[in-house]
């Protein structure tokens, strides 16, 4: 297990790696590049299960989408959720880091081009964010399970802030940290590998974070909190995932 210590610097709105010791966003990569195709197929063209009963309909009562809304849709994967909210008819713009992920995306989400543009990305990338800036700003953004993917949190967040309309809304979910977080630390930030879907080709990296440190990150860049859900799996009392709505306030 690697350590990750994190620190804000003076103005709180960016985090300094403090143990050199760190995966980067480059290394995180490869895994994901590995696991490209793999995904996309495990995932259909419908998402699995875990993704359509438990993620899905809370996310989408977070981000309470209308017809004509203009979003962005952060780590996509294989492009599934662009494709439900472009049935509501929805403008997507979405981005992956792995150019696999957004191969394959644009292949399968290939009859919504229309309504769906694919960019290969560095969510930890402040101006790789913004140069997928619009005529106009986004309504809303989303992240499906991939906060915790992420090896550095605050250029997604300010890039999100900055690509936002006034009161538009972020939605995130990720594993729920007070539960299922390595070695028993809660408080502790850490990265450590595992396996997302059973049989994937290679671990991939893991980015524990705090809810204090998420929470944190989300405030400094200008967010305010004004949706949350905690969900439960198979009838268990501890939830899993958290799922996050945040507003941008002016």
């Given at each position: ?33 590995a ?5 996309d ?39 599934n ?43 930890t ?13 986004f ?112």
């Amino acid at each position: 297990m690697l350590a990750l210590r994190l620190a804000w610097n003076e103005k709180g709105d960016a985090m300094e790696e403090m143990d050199t010791c760190v995966v980067s966003s480059k290394e995180s990569l490869v895994a994901w590049e590995a696991n490209a195709d793999f995904w996309d197929k495990r995932m259909g063209d419908e998402s699995n299960e875990f993704h359509r009963e438990i993620v899905r309909p809370y996310t989408d009562c977070l981000m309470d989408v209308q017809p004509g809304d203009f979003v962005l849709d952060v780590a996509c994967g294989n492009g599934n959720y662009s494709k439900h909210l472009a049935e509501q008819g929805v403008r997507v713009v979405a981005f992956d880091y792995s150019e696999k992920m957004i191969k394959n995306a644009k292949r399968r989400q290939a009859r919504y081009a229309d309504l769906i543009e694919f960019h290969s990305r560095d969510a930890t990338d402040y101006q790789q964010i913004l140069s997928l800036r619009k005529e106009r700003p986004f309504d809303k953004a989303v992240a499906n399970m991939a906060v915790m993917d992420i090896s550095l949190l605050p250029p997604l967040y300010m890039a999100v802030y900055e690509l936002l309309k006034d009161d538009g809304v972020f939605v995130f979910s990720l594993n729920h940290p007070c539960f299922i977080r390595p070695g028993g630390d809660y408080l502790e930030a850490c990265v450590y590998k595992g396996e997302a879907i059973i049989g994937q080709p290679v671990e991939q990296y893991y980015f524990h974070r705090s809810l204090q440190e998420l929470f944190n990150c989300c405030f400094s860049c200008g967010f305010v909190i004004d949706g949350y859900f905690e969900e439960v799996i198979d009838g268990s009392e501890t939830p899993i995932i958290v799922i996050i709505r945040l507003k941008k306030i002016k």
